[in-house]
């Protein structure tokens, strides 16, 4: 879609999912709800259960509004998908195990309006011991670029010719692209009136699994970008576990990114990024 066409004052909502059956439902009721105009693109990776047939379901109920695309894919190329789908100006990301503020996309466009990207603040709901543990925060040029893309706004034309995310990341993805942006000369304004509420993992295992995978596009980060160990607030890292939980989310993040130290020699990221990448594995 050439750039002539984009609609200026649409935001078009960009989200790739996965087997979201149980919260889809309460994700796109959100999302209809809030203040236009606006669209949502909802790119499917191909998913098991009835997450596909319920995005189709609100589609054709709310033709020109709700957008389904299905295809396997990566959490960036699907995000990248959507986004040439998009007919909007701004792009605003969410995620399927997430549901919207009803004040959400006003104030996401209200930030847009004076910053070329914007980040939401992301409130956890579910077992409270898995959502009470902080983000570990890497800065960049004075910009905290750890927002994740669960709730994260770019303007198209920035976000265009940073290429979009880089699909070959499992997670950091979101990182990347805010990394690039900075580097670029973008600010990063920081919304906290734009909520997100984001299930937590509902077991133990999944909770690790999903720090497992996180600290595995951690060490990705590093390939491509360089060593940023000395960006990250370390002390504040260690200082912040508390709890038998806590440690061990790290120590699973830690395996994640020694798994990818040992097997990912051969697969080292450089600066060029492809247009295909892993499979999405949620979360």
């Known amino acids: 879609m050439g750039s002539e066409s984009r609609d200026g004052g649409l935001i078009s909502i960009v989200t790739t999912v996965r087997n979201e059956e149980s919260h889809l439902a309460q994700f796109l009721d959100s999302l209809l709800a809030q203040e236009g105009p606006l669209e949502i693109v909802l790119v499917d990776a191909e998913s098991r259960d009835r997450t596909y047939e319920i995005a189709l379901e609100y589609a054709a109920r709310h033709p020109g509004v709700v957008r389904v695309v299905r295809r396997a894919c990566s959490r960036g190329l699907g995000r990248n998908l959507g986004a040439r789908e998009a007919r909007g100006a701004h792009l605003a990301f969410i995620d399927g195990d997430c549901f919207a503020d009803s004040n959400w996309l006003r104030r996401i466009r209200d930030g847009l309006a004076t910053a070329p990207v914007v980040a939401g603040q992301t409130i956890n709901v579910g077992k409270p011991r898995y959502g009470q543990l902080e983000r570990v925060e890497l800065f960049q040029s004075g910009y905290d670029v750890t927002y994740p893309s669960c709730n994260l706004a770019y303007r198209r034309s920035l976000f265009d010719a ?103 020699s051969s697969r080292r990221l450089g600066l060029r990024e492809p247009g295909s990448g892993p499979p999405f594995t949620g979360g």
């Open 162 to 264: 940073l290429g979009g995310f880089d699909p070959r990341f499992i997670t950091a993805e979101d990182i990347d692209l805010n990394l690039r942006a900075v580097r670029s000369g973008a600010s990063i304004l920081y919304a906290p009136g734009a909520v997100v509420y984001h299930h937590m993992r509902t077991t133990f295992v999944r909770f690790l699994y999903q720090a497992f995978w996180n600290g595995y596009g951690r060490k990705q980060l590093t390939e491509k970008q360089g060593s940023l160990w000395g960006r990250y607030r370390v002390r504040r890292l260690i200082s912040g576990q508390r709890g038998a939980i806590a440690w061990a989310r790290l120590f699973a993040a830690m395996a994640g990114y020694g798994a990818r130290v040992l097997t990912g």
